[in-house]
């Protein structure tokens, strides 16, 4: 069955690296996203990967995909306070099907 | 704001109460979904439309869930004699479907507390 796991619970210190894993078991996954959920607030996209890419990177933000292991791994680079929110790890077989979320990793940024 | 809208935002009803919530999507999106989220989770589908056709349907969507689509736009969810495990959030999404990448946005959500 589809299934993300992902860790709970991350703290850094504001201006260090911050790396969330996650994996996940389909392997007809061909979308996986990285989301940022604030308290009180909206889903967000933050970025994804397409299946046959290994790494993108979009300013801060660098997504590493093994497709081997199945393992995905999002880094903040310079983590800010305003990076503190959950991050879901999440992917779909196509980007219009229903997508899976991981249980979400809560970033806590210490000044 | 041509984003997704969700009505109410927050409802709070007695076990065994009817609810309907409602879901705006973007006007051209012709993908609709419903998501539900508890405390301490990611969000678990529910169902989504294509047009007004309900194309899938999840394990957690119990015959008490009923949700429409009737003419492609906005869409309803309907929880029949609610239970103090339907507190939840419930999440609308939509999205194209035209090639390349199509992102799902969200709404913000209703809040859901059955007492």
């Known amino acids: 069955g589809e299934d993300v796991e992902q860790s709970l619970f991350l703290s850094v210190r504001e201006g260090d690296s911050s790396v969330i894993n996650c994996t996940y078991t389909d392997s007809s996954s061909t979308y996986l996203y990285w989301y940022k959920q604030e308290p009180g607030a909206g889903l967000q996209l933050l970025t994804y990967i397409f299946s046959n890419m290994d790494m993108k990177q979009d300013q801060r933000l660098t997504v590493l995909l093994n497709k081997k292991d199945k393992h995905l791994s999002l880094r903040i680079a310079d983590t800010q306070t305003g990076d503190s929110a959950i991050y879901f790890c999440?992917?779909?077989?196509?980007?219009?099907?229903?997508?899976?979320f991981g249980p979400g990793t809560s970033l806590s940024v210490i000044p | 704001d041509t984003g997704v809208s969700q009505d109410p935002r927050h409802k709070i009803t007695k076990r065994g109460q009817n609810v309907t919530f409602r879901c705006d999507p973007i006007?051209?999106?012709?993908?609709l979904y419903w998501y539900r989220q508890t405390l301490g989770q990611g969000p678990e589908f529910l169902t989504y439309?294509?047009?007004?056709?309900?194309?899938?349907k999840s394990r957690l969507l119990s015959d008490r869930f009923s949700a429409e689509r009737p003419k492609g736009s906005f869409s309803t969810l309907e929880i029949q004699r609610t239970e103090q495990g339907d507190s939840a959030m419930y999440l609308c999404?939509?999205?194209?479907?035209?090639?390349?990448?199509?992102?799902?946005?969200f709404g913000p959500g209703t809040r859901l507390t059955v007492l």
């Open positions: 999440a992917e779909s077989e196509t980007s219009y099907d229903k997508v899976i």
């Open positions: 439309f294509q047009n007004e056709a309900q194309l899938e």
């Open positions: 999404a939509s999205s194209a479907t035209s090639g390349g990448f199509n992102e799902q946005f």
């Open positions: 006007s051209e999106h012709n993908r």
